[in-house]
Nanobody, 112 residues
């Protein structure tokens, strides 16, 4: 399983970014792909995930109403639309499959 994340960058508070995760080598046993993040000096935390078999979604309370997870019709690309970004959203964001396979991180910095 390979996961390639992209889309991070610098954005002002209140702005938006869209992260992408291109997944390959998925097996039938993998039913969820999502995003974790790790802020400076903090532990990694789950942000959002989507079940790729039935499209059910999960969001951490801290991002509900601001972030939206989705997947492309080809079902091998996952997106995280992040709106109304806050400085506390600053972190390295990781794409994760089945809580076991991790892609490289992409840095999101929210700052004025």
């Amino acid at each position: 399983v390979q996961l390639q994340a992209s889309g991070g960058g610098l954005v002002q508070p209140g702005g938006s970014l869209r992260l992408s995760c291109a997944a390959s080598g998925l097996t039938s046993e993998i039913d969820a792909i999502g995003w974790f993040r790790q802020a400076p000096e903090k532990e990694r935390a789950g942000v959002s995930c989507i079940n790729i078999k039935d499209d059910t979604t999960y969001y951490a309370d801290s991002v509900k109403g601001r972030f939206t997870i989705s997947r492309a019709n080809a079902k091998n690309t996952i997106y995280l639309q992040m709106d109304s970004l806050k400085p506390e959203d600053t972190a390295v964001y990781y794409c994760v499959a089945a809580n076991s396979y991790w892609g490289q991180g992409t840095l999101v910095t929210v700052s004025s």
